[in-house]
């Protein structure tokens, strides 16, 4: 009950095309959901993040789709660019005094744009 | 405002050793989460440390331990290092806010810890 599901594992797409990465839960104490992105020898970034009031938030080009009723959540990346080739991460936490500090990630998502 | 710095970021044991790894926070941030990272296993929360206390712990052995000092920065202790710790180390700091307010983790470059 613990665990966030992310698909795809990698992904490659057309610069200019659309990215989509998928996240699955089934905790409904879950009440903040943030994205991050992670480049090879850096440490995870945070890109956008959504509580579950709200079904949509965009910032720049990504785009969180939050879906509450089916318990899934996704980023979307417009107009892909090279510069977005990296790793990304959804997680979850669960913002009580008793839970402080702790993002539960999904597995990764490997994005490649090719130019 | 300088970021989360993790010292060192490289490091090589063998079995049985044990290690200390050290996170200095971002100015002002006073709660410390650490993170293990692994290609198998992914990003797993280790434990949460605020005002010196540790407030949260994740699902790890005794072997893994912290601290957190009163300038908020923490350091990592793994005793009896076996060749599955191998990992990279990650620390997230963060205000500190409890529930209500959005608490923002900011995290460091990590520390890749080799077991051999």
């Known amino acids: 009950q613990q665990q966030v599901k992310q698909s795809p594992q990698s992904l490659i797409v057309q610069k200019g095309g659309i990215s989509i990465i998928n996240c699955a839960y089934e905790?409904?104490?879950?009440?903040?959901f943030p994205w991050y992105q992670q480049f090879p020898g850096k440490g995870p970034a945070l890109l956008i993040a959504?509580?579950?009031?709200?079904s949509e938030k965009k910032e720049g080009r990504f785009t969180i789709s939050f879906n509450k009723s089916a318990k899934q959540f996704s980023l979307h990346i417009m107009d892909s660019q090279p510069g977005d080739s990296a790793t990304y991460f959804c997680?979850?936490?669960?913002?009580?005094?008793?839970?402080?500090?702790?993002?539960?990630f999904g597995q990764g998502t490997t994005l490649q744009v090719k130019p | 405002k300088a970021g989360v710095t993790q010292t060192p970021r490289y490091l090589i044991k063998t079995r049985g050793q044990q290690v200390t790894l050290s996170c200095s926070p971002i100015?002002?941030?006073?709660?410390v989460s650490w993170y293990q990272q692994t290609p198998g296993q992914g990003l797993q929360f280790l434990f949460e440390?605020?005002?010196?206390?540790?407030?949260n712990k994740g699902n790890f052995p005794g072997r893994f331990s912290g601290r957190q000092f009163s300038n908020s920065r923490s350091e990592m202790n793994v005793s009896t290092l076996e060749l599955g710790d191998s990992a990279l180390y990650l620390c997230?700091?963060?205000?500190?806010?409890?529930?209500?307010?959005?608490?923002?983790?900011?995290f460091g470059p990590g520390t890749r810890l080799t077991v051999l």
């Open positions: 997230a700091s963060s205000l500190g806010r409890l529930a209500g307010d959005t608490d923002t983790q900011y």
């Open positions: 905790n409904t104490a879950f009440d903040y």
């Open positions: 959504i509580r579950p009031d709200v």
């Open positions: 997680a979850a936490s669960i913002e009580t005094p008793s839970n402080t500090g702790k993002l539960i």
């Open positions: 100015s002002g941030h006073r709660s």
């Open positions: 440390y605020f005002s010196e206390t540790q407030r």
